[in-house]
């Protein structure tokens, strides 16, 4: 069982923070991936990327984190530099749970917020050793949380689907936690400029093979010890 001391509770808060800022307008959920994967030359891989549900009477499609510059005309340059923020706090959230935790620690998580609840699953699956590619990583996580069914997939996305599917039974080990959602008169990107995060844009984005979406993330050893600054 995870041990949740009151900084890692702060850093929760200040994750949520983060992400209020970065969607633009009134949602009803938003759901978050992250992982980091230390490589054995010294180098730390990862993802980022989150999806929200627009709010609306009507169901509406979610939004991808990296189409929000396009869809809202925001600075790209500036929006990816607040998904550098939100990657660096993951980061070093990780490295809060590294120091109490005696087993290696988790390599991924999903955060989802819904109405007044936070809820974080960590996963400690060895992605290095994964069977399946970032891209098809990212094609299951979308079916597991968006709820995307498997008619409104390509044939090679139903593919990777019906291959996950047939080895689902293996058993990982996962923790979960669930809070209430930190609220605060917090303004989103819309509200003001970004000036304040202009320090914070040293990660590298690298858009993932076979799909136009920015959700790969390397980092050179000497990067992450900037932005843990």
Same mark, same amino acid.
């Given at each position: 069982?995870?041990?949740? *001391?009151?900084?890692?509770?702060?850093?929760?808060?200040?994750?949520?923070?983060?992400?209020?800022?970065?969607?633009?307008?009134?949602?009803?959920?938003?759901?978050?991936?992250?992982?980091?994967?230390?490589?054995?030359?010294?180098?730390?891989?990862?993802?980022?990327?989150?999806?929200?549900? %627009?709010?609306?009477?009507?169901?509406?499609?979610?939004?991808?984190?990296?189409?929000? %510059?396009?869809?809202?005309?925001?600075?790209?340059?500036?929006?990816?530099?607040?998904?550098?923020?939100?990657?660096?706090?993951?980061?070093?959230?990780?490295?809060?749970?590294?120091?109490?935790?005696?087993? %290696? *620690?988790?390599?991924?998580?999903?955060? *989802?917020?819904?109405?007044?609840?936070?809820?974080?699953?960590?996963?400690?699956?060895?992605?290095?050793?994964?069977?399946?590619?970032?891209?098809?990583?990212?094609?299951?996580?979308?079916?597991?949380?968006?709820?995307?069914?498997?008619?409104?997939?390509?044939?090679?996305?139903?593919?990777?689907?019906?291959?996950?599917?047939?080895?689902?039974?293996?058993?990982?080990?996962?923790?979960?936690?669930?809070?209430?959602?930190?609220?605060?008169?917090?303004?989103?990107?819309?509200?003001?400029?970004?000036?304040?995060?202009?320090?914070?844009?040293?990660?590298?984005?690298?858009?993932?093979?076979?799909?136009?979406?920015?959700?790969?993330?390397?980092?050179?050893?000497?990067?992450?010890?900037?932005?843990?600054?």
């Amino acid at each position: 069982m995870l041990k949740h *001391t009151k900084k890692i509770k702060d850093m929760y808060q200040d994750i949520q923070q983060c992400i209020f800022y970065m969607i633009p307008e009134k949602w009803d959920k938003m759901y978050l991936y992250a992982s980091v994967s230390d490589l054995i030359d010294g180098q730390k891989t990862g993802e980022l990327f989150f999806y929200y549900i %627009p709010k609306g009477i009507f169901k509406k499609n979610p939004v991808n984190v990296y189409e929000i %510059p396009q869809k809202f005309n925001l600075d790209e340059k500036e929006y990816l530099r607040l998904v550098n923020i939100l990657y660096k706090k993951i980061i070093q959230l990780r490295d809060e749970f590294k120091k109490i935790e005696i087993v %290696p *620690t988790w390599t991924n998580l999903t955060i *989802t917020i819904e109405g007044i609840k936070f809820k974080i699953e960590y996963d400690y699956e060895d992605l290095n050793k994964s069977k399946f590619s970032s891209y098809e990583r990212h094609i299951i996580w979308r079916y597991n949380n968006l709820g995307i069914k498997k008619e409104q997939m390509n044939k090679k996305e139903r593919q990777i689907i019906e291959r996950y599917l047939l080895g689902e039974k293996v058993v990982r080990r996962r923790e979960r936690y669930e809070e209430g959602i930190y609220i605060k008169n917090v303004k989103n990107i819309v509200d003001y400029d970004t000036e304040n995060y202009s320090n914070e844009q040293n990660i590298e984005y690298v858009a993932t093979k076979n799909e136009n979406i920015k959700n790969q993330i390397i980092l050179s050893a000497k990067q992450i010890e900037e932005i843990k600054k």
